[in-house]
């Protein structure tokens, strides 16, 4: 079983920056694809950011050139560094492993394993 734990989030301001971090058990980094997702209550997960095992990413619209997402395999740990956070980035981010991303979309049906989601608030 993989267990996977994200830590980071928290409450900023506009223009502010949050790394939110995720941590498993398993090695999980090295095998397919892991992923950030984030979700706002009475909506649809929306997919953030992915990186596969030799370190291509893919990235929302909405997030490019603000968010980069990265590996440190050595800690078995997931990271994603947020900078100029806007209110709309408000969410309960969950990272996820062993997934697809292709054509710069990540399946959220497509992983196997979920963290427990860290939320990022962002006030203007």
């Known amino acids: 079983q993989v267990h996977l734990v994200e830590s980071g989030g928290g409450s900023v301001q506009t223009g502010g920056s949050l790394r939110l971090s995720c941590t498993t058990s398993?090695?999980?980094?090295?095998?397919?694809?892991v992923a950030w997702f984030r979700q706002v209550s009475g909506k649809e997960r929306e997919e953030v950011a992915g990186?596969?095992?030799?370190?291509?990413?893919t990235y929302a619209d909405s997030v490019k050139d603000r968010f980069t997402i990265s590996t440190e395999n050595a800690k078995n740990t997931l990271y994603l560094q947020m900078n100029r956070l806007q209110p709309e980035d408000t969410a309960m981010y969950y990272c996820?492993?062993?997934?697809?991303?292709?054509?710069?979309?990540?399946?959220?049906?497509?992983?196997?394993?979920w963290g427990q989601g860290t939320q990022v608030t962002v006030s203007s």
């Open positions: 398993g090695d999980t980094w090295s095998s397919d694809w």
């Open positions: 996820a492993a062993g997934g697809f991303c292709a054509g710069g979309h990540c399946y959220a049906n497509t992983f196997a394993y």
């Open positions: 990186i596969d095992k030799d370190g291509d990413t």
